[in-house]
């Protein structure tokens, strides 16, 4: 089996350019696209003894199903031109499958919720506009070789066994042979259509550190790949630092954070309050990882919200003002006070109380920074809250911010109909 194992990719090129002759053009695509291996998997004694091997063409699990029934037709096309290859070399018996690639996925019951084609879409092209060069300060086959075994990887060019050497040929020695994205569409890393952990593990790889070592430039490029994934449930959060630097990994998020952080972004967005953006994006990426970094910036989310409205409608703030002192000048100018509610008004003592208790909740937001968020020492036998905790307060926070953002804008609202 030699001759096979030491040649087997002149074999399968011949092969390639015998589909292609006869213009069987997908087959030969499945052909250079797979992963391929070859097993010893029988043995007939007859005449002399025949041993029979059989050639499993991997593919990517979203290509393999994207072939349907014409599976039969193409594996019996590859595998007549092969063995019309191989005949002048063995008197093995040869046999062709195309199969799904096997590989470990020990998250897979986590991931099983998808990246949408058109999510990758967006990201790439947002990318392209963006001129983000995909591998930082990497070349490309070192940046691969983080994610991708290439050695094992087939070949577009028949001159280099395998896509390292492929990659490098016409990527780092000619790098004008390629378009620079051409990794986002290339079948054998299959980005728009891989699991969804292999791309989310692509992405996180993109604003690596080691990649990307500039910090403003990788949380950027992190907020627009997140403002795309939120769609499908999907976010970059930050799992650890390397040298200071955040490192993100890909996770689901959560129904409940992801509503409240919604909420606040979409003020933030109405209040077009750049601050408060990056305070949600803090505070989006530390619910699950850092509560107390999340429950102390919810804190200063609604401090900011506070001083933001308060600016747009022309009132000083000192600063000195502490959050309840920002609250209270805030519920006054937008009228939020019970008073303003006649008790004639059905529901009208419910209504005060939800006002007095909003009031309220940002004093406790505010003490609960205090005593579990961040920005203060602890002694040694500090045990900080939970992350259901810093949801919990998250969710407080986005309540109070997105109420009177709505109020705010509809007295702008009101007042502007006034003037007319």
């Known amino acids: 089996m030699s001759y096979m194992s030491e040649r087997y990719e002149d074999y399968l090129a011949t092969t390639s350019e015998l589909l292609i002759a006869e213009n069987m053009v997908e087959a030969a695509e499945v052909l250079r696209t797979s992963m391929p291996k070859v097993e010893e998997t029988g043995y007939d004694n007859w005449n002399g003894g025949t041993r029979i091997w059989t050639v499993y063409l991997q593919l990517e699990p979203s290509v393999y199903s994207q072939l349907g029934t014409s599976r039969e037709s193409l594996t019996e096309q590859i595998a007549n031109r092969l063995k019309s290859v191989l005949e002048p070399f063995s008197e ?39 001129k983000v060069v995909w591998n930082g300060r990497l070349d490309e086959v070192e940046f691969l070789e983080r994610l991708y075994d290439l050695k ?78 939120r769609a499908d449930g999907w976010h970059l959060i930050e799992d650890e630092k390397i040298a200071g630097r955040p490192r993100f990994v890909g996770r689901p998020l959560r129904d409940s ?72 000048a805030l519920a006054k100018e937008l009228k939020l006070v019970p008073e303003g509610i006649s008790d004639a008004a059905r529901g009208a003592n419910a209504i005060k109380l939800i006002l007095q208790n909003l009031s309220a909740m940002t004093q406790n937001i505010a003490e609960l920074r205090g005593l579990y968020g961040s920005g203060h020492g602890r002694d040694g036998k500090y045990r900080g809250l939970e992350a259901r905790h810093a949801r919990l307060a998250v969710g407080a926070a986005a309540a109070f911010i997105d109420f009177v953002t709505a109020t705010y804008q509809r007295r702008t609202s009101d007042s502007d109909v006034e003037k007319r």
């Open 152 to 229: 094992s990887m087939p070949s577009h060019d028949s001159r280099y066994a395998d896509a390292a050497r492929d990659i490098w040929q016409h990527r780092v020695n000619n790098p004008t042979d390629w378009d620079d994205d051409w990794i986002y569409g290339d079948a054998r890393f299959n980005l728009l259509h891989c699991p969804a952990h292999e791309f989310l593990r692509f992405l996180s790889e993109v604003v690596h550190p080691v990649v990307r070592p500039d910090r403003n430039d990788c949380l950027k490029l992190v907020q627009q790949i997140n403002d795309q994934l």
């Open 92 to 130: 093995d018996w040869f046999s062709v499958k195309i199969v799904p690639i096997v590989r470990p996925r020990p998250d897979w019951r986590e991931t099983g919720k998808g990246v949408s084609r058109a999510t990758r879409q967006n990201i790439f092209d947002g990318m392209r506009i963006e």
């Open 257 to 328: 954070g992801h509503r409240s952080v919604s909420r606040a972004r979409s003020a933030a967005d109405a209040l077009d309050a750049g601050w408060m953006q990056k305070e949600i994006e803090r505070l989006e990426n530390a619910v699950e990882r850092d509560p107390a970094l999340a429950i102390g910036t919810a804190k200063e989310l609604v401090e900011t919200c506070c001083k933001t409205i308060l600016g747009k409608l022309g009132v000083a703030v000192s600063r000195s003002d502490d959050l309840p002192r920002l609250t209270k």
